[in-house]
């Protein structure tokens, strides 16, 4: 027993380490001719990139009076956005979880809706919902709700499957119906998961939203646009600043929100 | 009289966090012993360890290995210092994503440049000398299986071959059997003490268990919140003596 | 009652007030009247083209048509990702919190971190165009950059949990501290760190495939030039090739990293 073993050609020669890494590597340059990879091109150019951080590293302050109001509609669409996603979601992930729902078809259909949803890129919703209402902050609040629908419902089928089983068992024992199974036993289990992750979604949607505007669903990100059509980069900087402060904000009171909850 | 292959003198350990570690230690060790401290976790028995072979730093005193200073090495004479003493730890700490050649092979590591070593280009005799030191630790079949498929015995098997891959002249063991069951414990012990006889090599290891400590050891040391509290040959050791260095032990697990 | 309760009681009263409030001021700042009248009309078009996609989109030789599109995006993500991966390391070694001193060190790097992560990845883009001209070079650079902020995070918080075990074996044998990085703690993190690579090139692929929308290539483009000028056959059968691709990239790069795992 004590002996070394022989080893096969393939492992001799770690056949799979090489395998994997030629497919990498034949990946990698196929993708760099695809997307025509030029660096020559770009340590060129890099100038003008520098340069335009330059400018945008003398902000325009004055602007900021401009800035407030868009970002205080940013905020409040993410808040609606959100909550109208959240309030869709839960249905939706009541019927998903394996553990309220037996038939499999039910739940097979609505876990793959939810799918769908969740391939969909935020600003590709955004484009959509500006044809379909219009432009303004309604396309954004929109967008946000069928985003955070689909990251929402799954977040709650996984937390409401995690539950403890007794006591569903012990309320059906009991004679309890579907209705109030949920309420009893489910909810209180899961709430505080709930709220946790609402203020997740909530702080991935306050990004999310600084960009939507760019495509015209309201909020700060229609000044992105405009100042980026008009050059005028110490903008920019101000808004993009902004958005920093925002979102540093919302992460550190959502932080503290979501800590409280433990 | 031989000069002493280890020599510490006045040695205190106070760490950044203001916990004093050891507190004026004065030992010395010969060559060829088989040396087990116990005491409490806590009790410092890491810490005077890790200082033999300078993985901790003392605040005070001096430390002396075959009659030379060598608190203030640094960087090369430390690296040389250290190819030279083996250690051992209770988490095995192998790469565990990396095969046991592997692992054995990093035990030479302080003899080759980075470069050589991460592409693997050791020699024949040290790729020999892996083979050699896995058939003592009776592992060599499992040479090309990974670290993380062995089980936790095997694994600290694995990491006594990786130290003798040092020909080490001192043998350090923090608590090298503490995540193991005791059949696999008897196995590593007895590992432990074949290499002492056989081989010559002075082991120093780190014990909780005091029975453990007096069915292997030459001499037993004991250590107290960082106090030397103790120090006998096996011949004088009673297990009464125990009583105070295990002080407080029994308050706690109440 | 005791204070303990009444607190209690108070503090559900006091948030129930709070969370009113900021309802109310958010529903109220919306002005949610704006939508267009003809926003049921336009949801059935958009249905019917759904429903009857653009079918001669999908492959048409020209390089501008579905496949090829999809494929650049595909590309775009992939080189991005990895290129962002490599770029990562060093940041994540400087956010990651070390045991001793150094914490300014980290929370600088973390900083850093956030700051690329806020920074919009379609101003990268933008701003990447006019350094090497709009295309899909734009859309690698601007990935590779702001990709750089969720990885940077996620690698230091897995070296900050990593185990130091193997590292301090390699010091206590002679090594020194690259010896410790390249034989140790690289090794045992590498797994890690392609699983969250691959986690974000899943997200990458999403990002990718909206860049065009700013010029940065992919399919992106002709998706924002056929929702505007209402081609909804044609954003139909985009639409179809996005929700595919992501569903089957999320799937080997699921199954991949549940092997990693």
Same mark, same amino acid.
């Given at each position: ?71 205080? $509609?940013?905020?409040?669409?993410? #808040? ?7 309030? &869709?979601? %839960?249905?939706? *992930?009541? @019927? ?92 209180? $289990?899961?709430?505080?998961?709930? #709220? ?7 702080? &991935?949607? %306050?990004?999310? *939203?600084? @960009? ?51 | ?254 | ?261």
């Amino acid at each position: 027993m004590n002996e070394v073993p022989k080893r096969s050609f393939a492992q001799r020669f770690h056949l799979k380490l090489v395998v994997w890494s030629v497919l990498f590597i034949v990946l990698l340059c196929g993708s760099a001719a695809l997307t025509g990879v030029n660096w020559g091109e770009f340590f060129s150019n890099i100038g003008q990139f520098f340069s335009l951080i330059g400018k945008m590293a003398h902000p325009d302050w004055k602007y900021i009076q401009i800035v407030i109001q868009p970002v205080i $509609q940013t905020l409040q669409m993410a #808040i609606v956005g959100t909550t109208i996603g959240t309030l &869709i979601a %839960v249905p939706f *992930s009541v @019927v998903a979880a394996r553990n309220l729902v037996k038939n499999p078809v039910v739940r097979g259909i609505i876990r793959f809706i939810l799918n769908l949803v969740r391939t969909l890129p935020d600003l590709l919703l955004a484009a959509i919902m500006v044809a379909i209402v219009g432009i303004g902050p309604s396309a954004g609040v929109w967008t946000l709700a069928i985003f955070s629908f689909g990251m929402i419902s799954k977040l709650f089928y996984e937390s409401i499957e995690t539950i403890d089983d007794g006591q569903l068992e012990a309320l059906r024992a009991a004679g309890a119906n579907y209705f109030q199974i949920i309420v009893f036993a489910v909810l209180p $289990q899961v709430i505080e998961n709930f #709220i946790s992750y609402f203020l997740y979604t909530f702080e &991935i949607n %306050v990004r999310a *939203s600084t @960009v939507l505007g760019y495509l015209g669903a309201g909020g700060i990100g229609m000044l992105l646009q405009q100042s980026l059509d008009s050059f005028n980069y110490s903008q920019t900087a101000i808004i993009i600043l902004a958005t920093l402060i925002v979102v540093l904000i919302i992460d550190g009171l959502s932080n503290y929100l979501r800590e409280k909850l433990d | 009289m031989e000069e002493p292959l280890i020599e510490i003198r006045n040695v205190s350990k106070v760490y950044d966090s203001g916990t004093v570690g050891l507190k004026n230690i004065n030992l010395t060790i010969q060559k060829g012993e088989f040396v087990v401290v116990v005491g409490l976790s806590g009790a410092g028995k890491s810490t005077l360890l890790r200082t033999i072979n300078r993985m901790h730093d003392v605040t005070d005193g001096d430390i002396l290995i075959e009659g030379k200073s060598i608190i203030h090495y640094k960087g090369k004479e430390l690296r040389k210092l250290r190819r030279k003493i083996g250690m051992i730890f209770q988490n095995f700490n192998l790469v565990k994503r990396s095969s046991v050649q592997r692992n054995v092979l990093s035990g030479r590591v302080g003899y080759y440049s980075t470069f050589k070593s991460v592409l693997g280009l050791f020699s024949k005799e040290d790729k020999q000398k892996a083979v050699d030191a896995l058939k003592q630790v009776k592992m060599a079949d499992k040479i090309y299986s990974r670290a993380d498929e062995l089980s936790g015995g095997q694994q600290q098997r694995v990491a006594i071959a990786r130290a003798l891959m040092q020909d080490p002249k001192i043998m350090l063991a923090d608590e090298p059997i503490a995540s193991l069951d005791p059949l696999t414990t008897k196995a590593v012990m007895d590992e432990l003490k074949e290499l002492n006889r056989k081989l010559g090599i002075t082991v120093i290891v780190n014990l909780h268990s005091v029975p453990l400590a007096m069915q292997y050891a030459d001499r037993i040391i004991g250590l107290r919140a960082g106090e030397l509290v103790y120090d006998k040959s096996i011949a004088e050791v009673q297990e009464t003596d125990f009583d105070s260095i295990y002080e407080g032990a029994a308050k706690e697990n109440e | 009652m005791s204070k303990a309760s009444k607190n209690k009681k108070y503090g559900w009263i006091f948030w129930g007030i709070l969370i009113i409030a900021v309802y109310v001021w958010a529903i109220l700042g919306m002005n949610l009247s704006g939508i267009q009248s003809s926003a049921v009309q336009v949801t059935k078009s958009i249905f019917n083209g759904i429903c009857h996609p653009d079918w001669h989109y999908v492959y048409n030789g020209s390089g501008e048509d579905l496949v090829s599109l999809i494929i650049q995006t595909l590309a775009i993500a992939f080189l991005g990702t990895f290129v962002s991966a490599f770029l990562s390391v060093p940041f994540a070694f400087l956010a990651a919190r070390s045991s001793k001193h150094l914490q300014v060190r980290s929370k600088i790097g973390k900083f850093i971190l956030v700051f690329i992560r806020t920074f919009p990845e379609i101003v990268l883009a933008i701003m990447f165009i006019k350094a090497v001209g709009p295309g899909a070079f734009a859309g690698v650079l601007a990935v590779s950059i702001h990709s750089i902020g969720m990885l940077g995070k996620l690698f230091s918080e897995s070296l900050e949990n990593m185990d130091h075990g193997a590292e301090e074996a390699i010091l206590s044998v002679g090594g020194t501290k690259s010896d410790a990085l390249f034989l140790a703690t690289l090794p045992d993190i590498m797994p890690q760190f392609l699983s969250y690579t691959l986690y974000r090139f899943e997200i990458a692929v999403r990002s990718a495939s909206i860049l065009g929308m700013v010029g940065a290539g992919g399919i992106g483009t002709p998706l924002l030039f056929a929702i505007q000028t209402r081609t909804w056959s044609r954003v139909g059968i985009i639409l179809l090739g996005i929700v595919v691709t992501v569903t089957v990239i999320d799937w080997i790069s699921g199954t991949l990293r549940r092997k990693l795992g």
